[in-house]
């Protein structure tokens, strides 16, 4: 039997520990699976096998027996250090970890190739939906234009909430924390650090360029109001937390909500789900659907990769490398362009003055939503501040 170990027996941990004892993987992983250890802070007295459970690290990194282990603590620290440790001391380690992926991950690959072993993170991007592999394996004949994705479940599941059901966004937030959803502190999710991380990840793995997740410009969704949502509907589009990332020469990524056109397949995105649309010369466009987070969801695509990792025993797949981008790798944001959307009541001669042909929904005592046309940022944002516009939102284009 090759044993394994989980570091956090949080959500996605206790969902790893379920599936992988509930489940017989003999056949898939060509050995079978068990687990030895569960480090977790806290005590579990009641626990079926509360005896593996340990709050000694030492224990499990010291233990030849262990070949595989699951860190599912989330957060930096320690999780970076006794990653780095039990990949040195030669065993394979799984992670949902994005942060830690995103903020270390060109070192510990590097360590990972060096020891012989894997670090694996298909549950860092999308929960349970397939998207890391494919990237580094089915997708690497293609050169990849653009990566779209809602990749954040709390901030869609609010978004959905809040357009379907008319809740706050509050309400809609707290119900994501009750279904596991929401980071434990749940800014990460509603600011969009969670999305940009995984941008980071996906626009690493399409270019081999480590793209900081510190390089991305990053807008969560707090300051979306109903209105918004109101003429943004009236325009024929949904609002949707959108990571994306383009290369074109250099890269260009970016986290913020937009709005989306509802003809659109991933307007129609609802709910936790998440879903990756990559684009490739060849293949055109894909895209990728599922369950962005939860308990079950996200922990089967750890277990994959447990099993991944047992079924190729001692090999490095060697699938993943991140070279150090050049210094001037991501374009300003200031040079991106798209079409833009405001709310005002200016009136709509001297915004047409401004900014030309506009798309327009009218709403109550002279207020009116308006959708410009393809723009610089830089030159939209010098516009704007002329009739004191500081909100807007950016329309994604096909
Ligand atoms: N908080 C994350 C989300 C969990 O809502 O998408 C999955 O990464």
């Given at each position: 039997?090759?044993?394994?170990a ?24 060509l050995?079978?699976i068990?687990?030895?250890y ?10 079926e096998?509360?005896?593996i459970f340990?709050k ?7 233990d ?6 699951v860190?599912?603590?989330?957060g ?12 040195m001391?030669g065993?394979n380690v799984?992670t949902?970890?994005?942060e ?6 060109p ?5 990972a190739?060096?020891k012989?072993?894997?670090?694996l993170?298909?549950?860092?991007v ?16 293609n050169?990849i234009e653009k ?13 959905t909430?809040?357009?379907?059901k008319?809740?706050?966004f ?15 502190n ?9 999305a ?8 690493s793995?399409?270019?081999?360029d480590?793209v ?6 990053t ?8 209105k ?9 589009f ?10 074109d020469?250099?890269?260009?990524a970016?986290v913020?909500?937009?709005?989306v056109?509802?003809?659109y ?19 055109g466009?894909?895209?990728?659907y599922?369950r962005?987070a939860?308990?079950?969801p996200t922990?089967?695509a ?14 490095n ?36 003055s ?9 709403g109550?005592?002279?207020e ?9 940022e830089r ?7 002329v009739?004191?516009?500081t ?6 284009e096909?």
């Amino acid at each position: 039997m090759v044993k394994i170990a989980i570091l956090g027996y949080g959500t996605v941990g206790s969902g790893v520990y379920e599936i992988i004892k509930n489940e017989n993987f003999y056949e898939k992983a060509l050995n079978p699976i068990g687990v030895k250890y569960i480090l977790d802070i806290r005590d579990f007295p009641e626990h079926e096998e509360k005896e593996i459970f340990t709050k000694d690290f030492e224990q499990i990194v010291n233990d030849g027996e262990v070949y595989c282990v699951v860190e599912t603590m989330g957060g930096l620290h320690p999780a970076y250090e006794f990653t780095k440790r039990l990949l040195m001391a030669g065993k394979n380690v799984v992670t949902s970890n994005k942060e830690l992926v995103a903020t270390y991950g060109p070192e510990l690959l590097a360590i990972a190739k060096e020891k012989n072993v894997n670090y694996l993170f298909e549950a860092s991007v999308g929960g349970g939906i397939p998207i890391i592999k494919p990237m580094c394996t089915s997708l690497t004949s293609n050169r990849i234009e653009k990566i779209v994705g809602i990749l954040n479940g709390t901030t869609n599941f609010i978004l959905t909430e809040m357009i379907n059901k008319g809740k706050t966004f509050d309400e809609a937030l707290t119900d994501a924390q009750n279904k596991g959803y929401a980071e434990r502190n749940p800014a990460a999710d509603v600011e969009g650090h969670d999305a940009c991380r995984k941008l980071a990840i996906l626009s690493s793995l399409a270019w081999g360029d480590y793209v900081n997740y510190k390089d991305i410009v990053t807008e969560g969704i707090t300051e979306i109001t109903t209105k918004d949502v109101m003429y943004a509907d009236k325009l024929g589009f949904v609002i949707k937390l959108i990571g994306f990332a383009k290369k074109d020469g250099r890269i260009f990524a970016r986290v913020a909500p937009m709005l989306v056109p509802k003809k659109y397949p991933i307007a129609g995105v609802d709910g936790v789900f998440n879903a990756i649309i990559v684009k490739g010369n060849y293949l055109g466009t894909s895209m990728f659907y599922g369950r962005g987070a939860g308990k079950f969801p996200t922990a089967s695509a750890v277990v994959a990769d447990v099993i991944e990792s047992v079924r190729h025993i001692n090999a490095n797949k060697a699938y993943l490398e991140w070279k150090e981008a050049a210094p001037d790798y991501m374009l300003p944001a200031s040079e991106s362009e798209n079409r833009y959307f405001a709310i005002t009541d200016t009136p709509k001669d001297q915004i047409e003055s401004l900014f030309g042909d506009i798309l327009t929904a009218d709403g109550e005592n002279g207020e009116y939503a308006f959708v410009t046309g393809v723009m610089k940022e830089r030159d939209f944002t010098e516009k704007a501040a002329v009739t004191g516009l500081t909100k807007f939102i950016r329309v994604l284009e096909s």
